[in-house]
């Protein structure tokens, strides 16, 4: 018998047919005798529609009723999961935000959970009741609603799940678990049974959409077993053994045969500019981050080319694609002040990642990569690491050819 | 400066623009130095969305989790007001059922109020905040969300006004007042200026969707004034001074020209149904309308004719249209106990009834009714009386005719 927490996004209740799905899955579990939490996000498309009314109600409003409409689209699939459950026999009742209580910090919007009360919960679980838990919301200090931020459902399952010392947290999407490399541009691509914390969260930083970064490292501190697994899997014929089902994502501790790289990422969402002749003076750096940052726009890799005549430089570095525009507007705004010869945007570049706790303890990747990257052709305009990451930059032209060609060259193309 | 309860139902806060005239609404009387609550409904058409959804979850289920699902619809506009009422610079908050909290018993689904707690909300409205309440919901004895049924929203402006002793409860609707006949009939009907809440209560249990009886009955217990007026005016041009706007449901007492009959009204919504040659003995009527209440189906009026042999007679009476294939299935089923020669349906009649609390000091308002109506050829085919109302049946066909009559003789047409 285990305590699980599972959880199901937008598309696994976008209607009453997929909500009964579901409740397929839930039923399997409680037949093996497991103790079952369930957390929900609202119908598909559901939020985006009261996010957009509070919009067109005001484009600046206070976040407290924000959080009043847009927690309101859990609560439906919530109470409705409960009555599909309840008509199969399955003692099942809802738990509001407020009812449990998820307690969070003030900050309306994207709240922080503080703290869980699990003492009734834990009763009524052992009772063999379901608990159905809409995500993605909590009650804050002053007795308001509060939520999470996007992909909030995902933290909400998470920290129940710490906070009831659940065995595993089954987060249901509509993949199978994490691969290798997208099976779009790598046939080859392998889905791995297990990853670590520390590379799901590269992973997810580098815009896997399958996990929210935030609650990958709530995972991490916690100590949260996560299985990220499909809801479009036929309910009845998975097999109680979930070795071979989905993605554990865990302590690298647990996972017996670790790889050097387990997996390459690419992100298409960075865009790059350049400065062209910026004085090459101390402080210079200051000068050109210190207003984006001002303006609160994320700068990712940065490339200062060693200056030629000792006088000039060309500063190269990335944003969010969204943020080129206001990017380039804020570096207009200084120009006299940095002294540039021109500012350049592109966005026809991606960020190619190879990702693997194993780098820590193996030398020589990075400079495999490099020069497998050159028998193909492909220039690189720029490199980041970290202890278990390199990324480069590079023309999108070759996105696919780089990716297949550092899948293959760590060893990760199926047999 | 009075404390005023505003309501307003579905087509008033159908889209954002509709909420934008509410919020235009609420703003003239914070303007003229008023504390306003605000109660409202779901969207048009989102509650029966929602209670659908319940249903195709499974037709029999848990009213606890009806309540999660249906209470969200006032939640969403309750927040979008709150936000547009701040865009235009007026305090304003939402307070959920649970927030205030508005404690009801624990019959979910058809809840009602048994207190609500004022302390703070007083406050707020005295430093000048709009409250923004959710009709329809409150919280039970077991800290669930409970509903109190269709029409609730009236109820819950009615208590709030009650616990508050609002000075006022305007109901904003989709028409202008109460009138003395249904305009679309009789072309010279006037709208009343008042009306006493034993006249509102009748004109509501006759089929009126302005008021619903039960708020009406709580406003009537707790002196809570009243005022039906449409949200369709233009929000700014309607004066200060209420008087000639809407109608005012009051205490008769403050009704100072008082008439005998205040208006008429009809209803399609009954069937009749006739036992022809029951067998005249004692105890045939409990064995008539016994298994009728068994069965949850209310009985109207009864006509019982004089037996003409002694020894059989007809009886006849109403139900409403809706519950009469059950009513003719379960004297079906006692035919045998009760022993008729035949059983009769019929849906081709109406009910007309003239109300006016002046009956009750008036003698020969009935004989004057009888006498107008045979003068035009009207047959009536069953009668029933209250202190302050007299009702008859007649053939659907005679419907306006009769109402159009009624509203000449008793001197309501305008002039």
Redesign the interface.
Known sequence: MALLVMKFGGTSVAD?DR?RIVAAHVKREIDAGNQCVVVLSAMAGQTDQ?IE??R???P???A??????V???E??T???L???L??MGIPA??W?G??IPIRTDDVHGTARIVGIETAEFKKRLSQGEVAVVPGFQGIGPE???TTLGRGGSDTSAVALAAALGADRCDIYTDVDGIYTADPRVVPQARRLDKISYEEMLETASLGAKVLQTRSVQLAMVHQVRLLVRSSFDPPDEVPDDVTGVGTLVCDEDEIVEQQVVSGIAYTKDEAKVTLVKVKDKPGIAASVFGPLAKANINVDMIVQNVSADGATTDMTFTVAAVDLDRALGVLESVKEKIGYAELLGATDIVKVSAIGVGMRSHAGVASQMFKALADKGINIGAISTSEIKISILIDAAYAELAVRTLHSLYGLDSA
């Open positions: 009453l909500i009261l009314w509070t067109q109600a005001a600046l409003h206070d407290r009723e924000y959080d009043v409409v927690s309101s689209g609560q439906v919530s109470g409705l409960a009555i599909i309840q008509s009742r809802s509001l407020w009812q007795n308001r609603v």
